[in-house]
């Protein structure tokens, strides 16, 4: 995505810089970036990038211009020192005003469509809550932020939607601290916080020891939705999925399928691992081991859908005859030629209009059973009946269980 360096006006003249990204469409949204204590480096640059694709206008002021310009730092020792330096040097006030500043500049690009949001990280995150309180902005959220507690008076003065992740380990955000937040919060329903309690300081940034993928997955979602709801941009996921699902199984064109996906996509089929990870072995995959690897009768009958923010969440039964080898799905087991009816779960992630990975779901012992493979008896194990009890819930439950005729009557 297009990025450059852009000035930024501060009481009319362009005073510092910032790192600009505009999204795949060439506008959208504002989105107003706040650094971790370590300037605008690879990781705020790479969440920029991210978040572009996601439909912002994404602008990262430089908020260390006033003692040093430029500060781009890693995590080692050193870097730390550095950074923690210039923290304790940075007057916090005038840091608001700056970002006050890349608002007001953001809003007035031809690029961004008008409303403008702020998110931001460790020294962000502290901002994310004084801008919601002093500037005019549209939506703020904060990851971590130190220091809450000094400034709780403030809350009044928020009138945007504000939402804080708080990382239940952080030393910085003890417990006492917590139920500080969480009482000035309380009478204002604009301000919600979310507390990850396994997770510490920064568990968000994938270099550092503290990083906590799942933490991590979970908050971008709920950053995600509180950012559609408040400024857009909306996108039908439903209609790229079903899409998608066109090109895999009716068209069966694996390019025109990759193309409804970001640069780098990845699928993973639970039971077997069998999908790919990047376009180049995502595309092998799809070319050769799955599109024409499908029973010419494949269909799916759709029992549910829940969609989400940024996710599709897809229950449907997966029918077919086992009339040729399934690479994917039952790899290196010749056709037994009989039909087959499997529940499954697909959760599908999207990057703004873009599917970014799959995780599809079934129980494999039930396909094992219904290609004659596994014989169940004396196994926890079932072949069709588990499709039908899907979709006809007055099936018997517990057949499976030598035990449930000893609970009759209790």
Not at 245 to 255: G, M
Not at 285 to 307: E, L
Request: charged share 20%; glycine share 8%; hydrophobic share 40%.
């Amino acid at each position: 995505m297009p990025s450059q360096l852009i000035y930024i006006s501060s009481e009319g003249k362009a005073e510092f810089n910032g790192y600009l990204v505009l999204p795949p469409a060439g506008s959208g949204p504002g989105l107003v970036l706040g650094q971790e204590i370590f300037g605008i480096n690879a990781f705020m640059r790479e969440m920029a990038e991210q978040y572009a694709a996601e439909g912002y206008v994404v602008l990262v002021p430089d908020l260390f211009w006033r003692l040093e310009m430029g500060v781009d730092l890693g995590y080692s020792e050193q870097d730390r020192e550095k950074a923690f330096s210039l923290y304790q040097q940075l007057d916090v006030d005038k840091a608001v005003d700056d970002v006050g500043s890349a608002v007001a500049t953001l809003r007035a690009l031809p690029e961004c469509t008008g409303k403008v949001g702020f998110l931001g990280y460790c020294l962000g995150g502290s901002l994310a809550y004084l801008t919601a309180a002093r500037q005019p902005i549209d939506v703020a959220i904060g990851y971590y932020g130190v220091g809450l507690e000094h400034h709780l008076d403030e809350a009044a003065n928020i009138s945007c939607p504000l939402m804080q992740h708080i990382a239940g380990l952080d030393s910085y955000t003890p417990a006492d601290v917590v139920a500080q937040i969480d009482s000035a919060f309380a009478d204002h329903s604009n301000l919600k916080y979310h507390l990850y309690s396994q997770s510490d300081h920064g568990f968000t940034t994938p270099v550092k020891a503290a990083y906590d993928r799942s933490a991590t997955a979970i908050a971008y979602s709920r950053s995600l939705a509180h950012l559609r709801d408040a400024i857009g941009p909306e996108y039908d996921l439903e209609a790229i999925w079903d899409d998608h699902l066109s090109r895999e199984f009716e068209t069966k064109q694996a390019d025109a399928a990759l193309a409804t996906m970001v640069e780098r996509p990845y699928v993973n089929h639970i039971p077997t691992m069998t999908g790919g990870t990047g376009r180049k072995q995502l595309s092998r995959f799809y070319k050769n081991h799955f599109i024409p690897r499908n029973a010419p009768d494949t269909h799916m009958v759709p029992i549910s859908r829940t969609v989400g923010v940024d996710k599709i969440v897809d229950e449907f039964l997966f029918c077919f005859t086992h009339s040729q080898e399934i690479d994917w799905l039952l790899p290196g087991i010749a056709p037994s030629g009989n039909k087959v009816e499997i529940p499954m779960i697909a959760i599908v992630n999207f990057r703004g209009d873009k599917i970014c990975h799959e995780h599809i779901y079934w129980d494999q012992a039930t396909a094992l059973v219904q290609v004659g493979k596994l014989d169940p008896e004396g196994l926890p194990v079932a072949g069709k009946i588990t499709a039908e009890k899907v979709l006809d819930e007055e099936l018997p439950s517990n057949t499976l269980m030598p035990t449930w005729a000893d609970s009759e009557g209790t």
